[in-house]
């Protein structure tokens, strides 16, 4: 074992001296990397130094045996708080390459199953600790290719992947931007575009203002055997807000599980985002209800529901209550406004005199009129509130951002979602505000980057069908950014893969499905594509029609790498039977031609999620399977079918694995 703590000079270790194993020790010291344009991103290559993180420090090595034998390297960058560990496996396992997982929010420690996934693939894995744009990750990166070279003696290439998903696609796609030779490929997942923040959440929160009260129905038309038409028993108004919500991206077969879609476990469904706007539009919600051109002042059945929605209540403060510090933790008014539309308060506390002390964040309970105090308050704020003091709820400012997506009408060309904000001639049809906010937070999470499509690797880019958080038309938008700088050149370093049945979270309800496994998959063809050049499965075919994106039917139109479950119960998509009479399920499942082979099947009757294993046979790309249930209680089910597919057929390894679902809806009487 080599103790890598030789490599650092005066405890630290210069990446000038890093970039190529084997370079001679006399060669000359690298160039500080560019930032050509003030403000710009970096541009970051090989063998030159981030002045912000030229100095890796090796804080620490140890030997592990979980989740596989690998040697652990910690350490972090001199004068930042940035810090990395290096996961490398045992010689034997590894193959030349590393995986790198990013995205602004998370810690230095990757999880044990990207660590086993990397060593099953013959890859080291790196991670830093999160920070905006890719600087940081370049610096590890370049920096773990001179520790692998140390601890595997090994003077070959190393290659290297960067991958990661929804903030981290932002990153990801930056340093494919605007980096050269530091990593080879990228997977960049659930992505966003320069207009997903803080707009695509504040659309999910203008359907749960007017919506909220049809969501129901609206999840039934579209659940399977529903009856497909979601506007159907809607007023002129809510039809108007669902056809706005749906061309601006929120897929349509999501509202099954409207709960998220609405955003409900969200106080506002802004997703923290009102703070970041109020600080960089702050006539914004002013101008909402006073100007001419906003849903505030307009006379439509919609600006009435607006207005009528709109809460500005000032209530006593009878008692307050406080910690063994003296600190008010609770607040107990004489009154405290209800908030059926949920849609969230802004807190601002009084002195007894009328003179404000500032705002305050917490939460109310209208039921008992107590206001909890929160976390981020002033202790000037916090010494000033007593009783007889009072507190103003309001959300005047809530309500107006949830029409900001109308006022930030992107100027930048080929966002079809905004063209119903415009006119014939292409203008917009409401006030546009000076800023638009939404390129400037992914620049600053991307790191300066603006989707220039001008990638430096190979990429493949995974998106879901049902992900309400990165609309599925994001993907495509980028594709084509990539194809209009890549040309003729865009099949041979860009795809772009649809999976179904996933949202941006994963698994969180019984119809949805875990996409780990066409990540992994996606790593590992990206670094054949690579390395041997060894083109990966063809992009998904798919289409993107008033702001939903839909794919074909069938698994050999539709490409990808997704299997496709096609069920039928007694030969249709919903069935009325009575308690006690068998029902007969079947099955066709395919694989895209040259993806892999059906390995698992699984049914669940009910539709709660639990699924038993059902044998098929040898593994193989094109499967049909039957099966015949009794339901003895009355009630609606929503029974699937599970398939999973892998690319070498192995139904051993957890690894790469890849499932698709096909549902249907009985209804026992």
């Not at 999160?130 to 920096?143: E, H, L, N, Q």
Request: proline share 8%; hydrophobic share 35%; glycine share 12%.
């Amino acid at each position: 074992m080599i103790g890598l703590r030789a490599l650092a000079v005066g405890g630290s270790v210069l990446l000038s001296a890093v970039m190529v194993p084997g370079t001679p020790a006399s060669a000359a010291p690298s160039p500080q990397c560019a930032q050509p344009q003030p403000n710009g991103p970096m541009q970051v290559t090989a063998d030159c130094v981030d002045p912000l993180y030229g100095h890796p420090v090796i804080d620490g090595e140890k030997d592990l045996t979980t989740p596989v034998p690998h040697h652990q390297v910690s350490g972090h960058f001199g004068g930042t708080s940035v810090k990395f560990n290096l996961y490398l496996p045992q010689a034997s396992r590894w193959d030349g390459r590393f995986f790198q997982l990013v995205y602004p929010l998370q810690n230095e420690n990757a999880d044990p199953p990207s660590i086993a996934f990397g060593a099953d693939s013959g890859a080291y894995t790196v991670q830093t600790s999160g920070t905006s744009g890719y600087r940081a990750d370049a610096a590890a990166a370049k920096f773990s290719r001179t520790v692998a070279a140390k601890y595997y003696r090994s003077s070959r290439r190393i290659h290297g992947y960067i991958y990661g998903g929804s903030g981290g696609s932002y990153m990801t796609i930056g340093a494919m931007e605007n980096t050269t030779g530091v990593w080879d490929g990228a997977v960049p997942f659930i992505p966003g575009v320069p207009t997903s923040i803080p707009n695509n959440f504040f659309v999910r929160a203008f359907a749960r203002l007017v919506l909220l009260g049809k969501a129901p129905r609206i999840a039934d038309a579209v659940r399977p055997g529903g009856s497909g038409d979601p506007y159907a028993g809607l007023t002129g108004a809510e039809k108007a807000v669902l056809r706005e919500v749906t061309r601006m991206g929120i897929p349509l077969r999501a509202w099954e599980n409207y709960s998220y879609v609405l955003g409900l476990d969200d106080a506002q469904g802004l997703l923290g985002f009102a703070g970041t706007v109020r600080a960089m539009d702050p006539t914004y919600a002013d101008d909402f209800w006073s100007k001419p051109g906003y849903l505030g002042t307009e006379r439509s059945p919609l600006g009435d529901l607006v207005r009528a929605a709109r809460i500005d209540q000032t209530a006593a403060i009878t008692r307050v209550e406080r910690d063994a510090h003296n600190v008010p933790t609770k607040i107990t008014l004489d009154r405290a406004a209800a908030d059926p539309k949920k849609t969230g308060f802004d807190f601002t506390a009084y002195r007894a005199d009328g003179t404000a002390i500032g705002a305050l964040t917490g939460s109310l309970d209208p039921a008992t009129k107590t206001f909890t105090i929160g976390t981020g308050n002033s202790s000037e704020t916090l010494d000033a509130i007593s009783a007889g003091g009072k507190l103003r709820i309001d959300n005047r400012w809530n309500l107006a951002l949830l029409t900001y997506h109308r006022h930030q009408v992107p100027a930048r060309p080929g966002f079809a979602a905004w063209d119903q904000f415009r006119d014939p001639a292409g203008e917009p049809i409401y006030p546009q505000r000076a800023l638009e906010v939404g390129p400037v937070i992914s620049g600053q999470v991307s790191g300066g980057g603006t989707h220039t499509g001008k990638i430096t690797g190979k990429v493949i880019e995974v998106a879901n069908l049902l992900d309400t958080d990165a609309f599925p038309w994001d993907a495509d938008w980028y594709a084509q950014q990539v194809k209009q700088a890549l040309g003729s050149r865009y099949d041979d370093g860009f795809r772009v893969w649809y999976n179904d049945n996933a949202d941006h979270i994963g698994a969180h309800e019984t119809n949805l499905l875990d996409y780990t496994g066409i990540l992994q998959q996606a790593l590992r063809d990206v670094s054949a594509w690579a390395e041997k050049g060894v083109p990966p499965p063809r992009s998904t075919r798919y289409d993107v029609t008033g702001g939903q994106v839909t794919v074909p039917a069938t698994a050999a139109r539709r490409h990808g790498v997704q299997p496709v479950v096609t069920l039928t119960a007694d030969g249709r998509h919903r069935i009325d039977v009575p308690a006690g009479r068998p029902v007969t399920f079947t099955a066709t499942i395919q694989t895209p031609p040259g993806t892999g082979k059906i390995v698992s099947t699984g049914w669940d009757f009910t539709g709660a999620g639990t699924f038993t294993s059902s044998a098929f046979g040898p593994p193989r790309a094109d499967v049909r399977v039957r099966q015949t249930h009794t339901y003895r209680e009355p009630g609606t089910y929503y029974p699937a079918l599970r398939a999973t597919a892998q690319r070498d057929g192995d139904t051993a390894t957890p690894f790469a694995t890849i499932p698709d679902l096909g549902r249907v809806r009985v209804v026992v009487h």
